[in-house]
C-alpha cells in the first residue's frame, strides 16, 4: 500500500519558537492532504485540508497564522507551529490522497505522526 | 457528515471473535463505511471499508445490515497485538475526503 512519511517523529522545543513538521507521500502523488492533532487520550481532530498548489482550509477554531500548511508539491506538505506554547503540545499526524500511477488512491493514507512537546 | 456511536472500551481474550458496532442513523446514500486502527503513538491504520453487505479481508470483515444505519466490525481470533483504538468512520466517496473521528472503542485484548 501507499507510504506516508513524517519528520520528525518527534520534537521538544521552547516557548515562542517556530517548529516545522514535514508529510511526505513515498509512493504517489498526494493530491490532498489532511492535517490532524491528537491530544492524550481524545480522537484525531481534523485541522486542515490542503490541496497541491492551493491555500489550506482550515476547520473552525483552527488559527490559520499559528498553523501555517505550506503544500507546494505533489509529495510534501508542511505543518509549521508559529510561536509555540506549551497548549500546543499534541501528536500531529498528517493523511493524504491522490494518485499512483494514474488511478486514484482507494482510501487515505496517514502517516506515523509527530509528538510535539513546548516547553 | 453523519455521526458514529461506538462503544467506548471493550474487553476480549486471546483466542476470540470480537465484535464492534457502530450506530450511524443519518448516513447518506453515497456514504461509505470505513475502519481505522490505531495504536498508541502511530497513525491510523486503514482496516476495511463496505457500502453495503459484507465485506471480508484478510484482517476482518465488516457487517453492514440493509438499512446502512449499523455496521458491525469482526475481529476473528484476537490476539495481543489486536489491543488497539477502532474507529468507525462514515464518508462520501469512501474515505479519501475530509474524515471525522469520532471517540473511538478501545479494545483491551487479555491473555
Known amino acids: 500500500g501507499a507510504v506516508v512519511s513524517q519528520h520528525p517523529s518527534w520534537v521538544i522545543c521552547k516557548s515562542g519558537t517556530s517548529v516545522k513538521i514535514e508529510c511526505r507521500s513515498l509512493?504517489?502523488?498526494?493530491?490532498?492532504m489532511f492535517w490532524y492533532r491528537q491530544f492524550p487520550k481524545q480522537s484525531l481532530m481534523l485541522m486542515a485540508t490542503?490541496?497541491?498548489?492551493?491555500?489550506?482550509?482550515?476547520e473552525q477554531g483552527v488559527e490559520k497564522d499559528k498553523f501555517l500548511i505550506n503544500h507546494a508539491s505533489l509529495t510534501l506538505s508542511t505543518l509549521t507551529v508559529t510561536s509555540a506554547h506549551p497548549e500546543d503540545s499534541s501528536f500531529y499526524i498528517c493523511?493524504?490522497?491522490?494518485?499512483?500511477?494514474?488511478?486514484?488512491?482507494?482510501?487515505?493514507?496517514f502517516g506515523p505522526g509527530t509528538r510535539l512537546t513546548v516547553l | 457528515l453523519a455521526k458514529t456511536t461506538q462503544p467506548i472500551s471493550m474487553d476480549s481474550y486471546e483466542g476470540q471473535e470480537v465484535n464492534i458496532t457502530c450506530s450511524h442513523n443519518?448516513?447518506?446514500?453515497?456514504?461509505?463505511i470505513t475502519w481505522y486502527q490505531q495504536f498508541p503513538s502511530q497513525g491510523p491504520r486503514f482496516i476495511i471499508q463496505?457500502?453495503?453487505t459484507k465485506v471480508t479481508n484478510e484482517v476482518a470483515s465488516l457487517f453492514i445490515p440493509a438499512d446502512r444505519k449499523s455496521s458491525t466490525l469482526s475481529l476473528p481470533r484476537v490476539s495481543l497485538s489486536d489491543t488497539a483504538v477502532y474507529y468507525c468512520?462514515?464518508?462520501?466517496?469512501?474515505?479519501?475526503?475530509?474524515?471525522?473521528f469520532g471517540q473511538g472503542t478501545t479494545l483491551q485484548v487479555k491473555p
Open positions: 509512493d504517489f502523488q498526494a493530491t490532498t
Open positions: 468512520l462514515v464518508a462520501p466517496s469512501g474515505n479519501t475526503g475530509k474524515l471525522i
Open positions: 493523511s493524504a490522497v491522490g494518485t499512483s500511477g494514474g488511478a486514484s488512491t482507494d482510501t487515505q493514507y
Open positions: 443519518n448516513i447518506a446514500t453515497n456514504d461509505y
Open positions: 463496505g457500502y453495503k
Open positions: 490542503s490541496n497541491e498548489g492551493s491555500k489550506a482550509t482550515y
